[in-house]
């Protein structure tokens, strides 16, 4: 019996001791309700932990704005078919992400359309 108590206060323990990491992955600060949709060019592609970014520009009417876009982490993007070196800068891309809620040029993303036409992502269609 005692073995059993001390197993429920360590495994009390390692879930009290995850919550920081779980809220690291927070996504409240995206508008998960909307989906815009940019064409522009990569700038550069950030291949990093916790999370890999794209930074395209896209063209608007008073000029280039840049945009920062949130992806998973290289690692889940790998077993995904994702590469380091898979936009080059000035590739032209369509990407489909969920924007800031503040309206800040940032937003996590739904899918890429590369110049090939493929499309990456956790909202692009089921590879067959």
Request: aromatic fraction near 8%; charge should be positive; hydrophobic fraction near 45%.
């Amino acid at each position: 019996m005692r073995k059993f108590w001390f197993a429920c206060v360590l495994t009390a323990v390692a879930c009290a001791a995850s919550i920081p990491a779980l809220a690291h992955h927070s996504t409240a600060m995206f508008d998960l309700t909307q989906q815009t949709t940019l064409v522009g060019r990569i700038k550069v592609f950030q291949w990093t932990n916790p999370h890999a970014w794209i930074q395209v520009t896209v063209p608007g009417p008073d000029g280039d704005v840049e945009w920062s876009i949130e992806c998973g982490s290289p690692n889940s993007l790998s077993r995904q078919g994702w590469k380091a070196t898979m936009f080059a800068a000035g590739d032209r891309v369509q990407i489909v992400a969920s924007p800031m809620k503040d309206g800040t040029h940032a937003a996590m993303l739904i899918s890429v359309t590369l110049p090939d036409g493929r499309v990456f992502g956790p909202g692009a269609p089921a590879a067959r």
